[in-house]
C-alpha cells in the first residue's frame, strides 16, 4: 500500500472550482475499509453543494472532496472489518460531505476513498462497477423516506414472497434514480406502488414494480391519480422531484390511511445555482425559496396532512444503514430481487471529467445516471 498514490477532485474552498491534484493516501480506521474507485456517480447534491455549500452544508471543512457514490475493489481493511477482504468488488455511500463524517478521506472523489463496512455492499460478480455506482445515495435516500420511524415509517422488506398488498404508496418521480430505488424496495416490501413519470418511462417504471403510472406533466394528474386511488388505504407518499411536494399533499389529504408525506426535494429547484456572481441567483431564488417552504406547511396544516423532509445519510444515525447495505441490498442484487436502475450514462474517464459530468447532470436527464468511470 505504501507505494500507492492518491488523486482527487477538491475544492479548495467554499464556493471554488474542482481541481485535480494529489491527496492523502487514506488509511482504514475501526470498521472502515479502503476502496480503489473503478466508478463514481453524479448527484444533483453535489452540484449544489459546490455552489451552495454554505448555506447546505455549512459545517464543511476545507479543502473537501465531494461526492456519494462508489464502486470498487477493496485494498485494504480496518480493525473489526469481517464482512470485507482485500480484492472484493463493493458499492458504497460516501460519507464525506455529511456532518457525521466531515472528512475529504471519505468523499467520493478520489482514486482511493475510505469506506464504512455499515454503509457497504457486495457487487455480485458479471456486474460493471458503472451498473452498481448508480445505487449509493439513491438506495439510501429511498429507504430514509420508505422506512425511518420519523419518515413513512414502512415495514421492511424481507427476502421472503410479500405479504399481499394491502396498502399503497405513492411514489412522486419514479423515473428519478432515487425514485427508482423506491419502487423496488417498497414493491419488496409488500406495498402497491403508484407512481408518476413521463409516459416514455412508464413501462420502465412498470419493470421496477410498480402498479399504476401516470404523467405528471398531465395538467389533470392530481385528480386523476386521486379519482384512481378511490378508497384504497394509503402507507404515505414520498415526493421526489422539486415542487413535488404540493402535489402530493393535495393527493394525501383526499385519500384514506396514512397522510404522510416525506419531501426528498425542495419546493423549487436550486441545482441551477452559479458558482459565482451568485447575488442575483439568490436575491431572486431565496426568497420564492423560503416562500415555497411556508406555503407548503400551512397547505399540510390546513390539509391534514404531515410533511417531513429526508436527509439522504440519515439512515447511517441508526440501524437502517446496516439493514440496507449489509442485510437486504447483497442478497437482494444478487438473487436479481433488486435491479442497479436506472442504466449509467457514462460521461467520461477520469477525475477530470467530473464537472462536464456534473454539468451534463444539471442539464437534466431521463432514467438515466451520471457516471463516471477511474
Ligand atoms: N434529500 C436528499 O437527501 C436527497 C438525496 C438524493 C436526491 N435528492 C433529490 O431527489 C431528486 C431526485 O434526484 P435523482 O438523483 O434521483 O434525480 P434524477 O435521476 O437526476 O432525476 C431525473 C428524473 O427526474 C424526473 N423528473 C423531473 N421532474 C419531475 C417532476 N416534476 N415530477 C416527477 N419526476 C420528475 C425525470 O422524469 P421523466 O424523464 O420521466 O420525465 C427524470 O427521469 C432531486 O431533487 C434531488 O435533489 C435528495
Redesign the pocket.
Known amino acids: 500500500m505504501s507505494t500507492l498514490s492518491n488523486q482527487a477532485a477538491w475544492i479548495p474552498a467554499k464556493g471554488q472550482a474542482m481541481t485535480v491534484s494529489a491527496a492523502p493516501m487514506p488509511q482504514p480506521g475501526v470498521g472502515e475499509i479502503l476502496v480503489r474507485s473503478r466508478a463514481i456517480a453524479l448527484?444533483?447534491?453535489d452540484g449544489?453543494v459546490q455552489t451552495l455549500g454554505g448555506m447546505v452544508t455549512p459545517w464543511l471543512t476545507y479543502p473537501a472532496i465531494l461526492g456519494s457514490d462508489v464502486t470498487g475493489e477493496v485494498v485494504a481493511v480496518g480493525a473489526s472489518v469481517s464482512r470485507f477482504k482485500p480484492g472484493d468488488r463493493v458499492l458504497g455511500l460516501a460519507l464525506g460531505v455529511d456532518k457525521l463524517a466531515n472528512r475529504a478521506s471519505e468523499g467520493a472523489f478520489q482514486h482511493y476513498v475510505i469506506l464504512r463496512q455499515d454503509a457497504t455492499t457486495a457487487i455480485p460478480d458479471g456486474m460493471s462497477f458503472q451498473r452498481a455506482a448508480v445505487l449509493p445515495?439513491?438506495v439510501a435516500?429511498a429507504a430514509?423516506g420508505l422506512f425511518l420511524d420519523d419518515q413513512l415509517g414502512l415495514r421492511m422488506p424481507t427476502a421472503e414472497r410479500p405479504e399481499p398488498k394491502s396498502q399503497a404508496v405513492l411514489i412522486?418521480?419514479g423515473?428519478?434514480?432515487?425514485?427508482s430505488a423506491a419502487i423496488q424496495l417498497a414493491a419488496a416490501a409488500g406495498y402497491e406502488v403508484v407512481t408518476?413519470?413521463?409516459p416514455?418511462?412508464f413501462d420502465y417504471v412498470r419493470g421496477l414494480g410498480a402498479s399504476q403510472v401516470f404523467d405528471?406533466?398531465d395538467a389533470n394528474v392530481v385528480e386523476t391519480i386521486v379519482k384512481s386511488l378511490g378508497n384504497r388505504d394509503m402507507a404515505g407518499a414520498l415526493a421526489?422531484?422539486?415542487?413535488?411536494g404540493a402535489s402530493c399533499i393535495e393527493i394525501m389529504s383526499r385519500c384514506q390511511g396514512q397522510r404522510i408525506v416525506s419531501m426528498?426535494?425542495?419546493p423549487l429547484p436550486i441545482?441551477d445555482a452559479p458558482l459565482t456572481n451568485q447575488l442575483f441567483w439568490k436575491l431572486t431564488h431565496l426568497p420564492r425559496l423560503a416562500a415555497g417552504f411556508v406555503a407548503l406547511a400551512i397547505s399540510a396544516c390546513l390539509k391534514g396532512v404531515s410533511i417531513r423532509?429526508?436527509?439522504?445519510?440519515a439512515l447511517m444515525k441508526g440501524p437502517l444503514g446496516k439493514q440496507i447495505f449489509n442485510d437486504h441490498l447483497g442478497p437482494a442484487l444478487a438473487s436479481g430481487r433488486f435491479v442497479p436502475a436506472?442504466e449509467p450514462l457514462v460521461a467520461g474517464h477520469g477525475l477530470n471529467a467530473i464537472p462536464e459530468a456534473l454539468a451534463l447532470?444539471r442539464r437534466?436527464?431521463?432514467?438515466r445516471?451520471v457516471v463516471v468511470s477511474l
Open positions: 448527484n444533483p447534491f449544489v445515495l439513491a435516500t430514509c412522486w418521480g423515473s428519478t434514480s432515487v425514485g408518476t413519470a413521463s416514455r418511462n405528471y406533466n421526489i422531484a422539486a415542487g413535488s426528498a426535494s425542495s441545482d423532509s429526508i436527509w439522504g445519510t436506472p447532470l437534466g436527464v431521463s432514467a445516471k
